[in-house]
């Protein structure tokens, strides 16, 4: 089964809740959380990644949390899934070069095709087509 990651779905969680705030509110990693019944630590872990790569800013303190630093319009998907996960790749062998059955696989090139035409698609679409 092809299926977005638990660290995609609740960093789309994370940044819808987060853009239908006002700009200036800081959202905690516990409100997003506690608000949609999510794993605290997975929250914290996907917004700490998220804020490394400038998608949302860190708020230090006792009343600290987050607030979206650029808007969802300026985010591809692709990006957004690379930052979390790492490069798309719908087999071992697309983001593992060293794969041990390059030589004798079938599959690779019709899969690398399918590959591509889903990275070009999530290159095409931002968060806020995903969030809207």
């Known amino acids: 089964m092809l299926k977005l ?9 994370a940044l819808r ?3 239908g705030k ?10 997003i959380a506690d608000k949609f019944e999510l794993s605290p630590s997975l929250v914290a872990k ?8 400038n998608i949302v800013t860190p708020i230090q303190g006792p009343s600290g949390g987050y607030k979206l630093n650029q808007a969802l ?4 998907m692709n990006d957004f899934i690379e930052i979390i996960e790492g490069p798309v790749g719908l087999v071992e062998c697309l983001s593992d070069p060293d794969c041990d059955h390059v030589s004798t696989c079938n599959i690779r090139s019709p899969i690398e095709r399918v590959n591509n035409t889903i990275i070009n698609l ?8 995903v969030t809207k």
Do not use: C, P, R, W
């Open 46 to 53: 996907v917004l700490q990644q998220l804020a490394k790569n």
């Open 122 to 129: 999530f290159s095409n679409m931002t968060l806020a087509d």
């Open 5 to 13: 990651t638990k660290k995609i779905e609740y960093g789309l969680i």
């Open 17 to 19: 809740y987060m853009q």
């Open 22 to 31: 006002d700009g200036e509110d800081i959202t905690s990693a516990k409100e």
């Open 73 to 76: 319009e300026h985010i591809k």
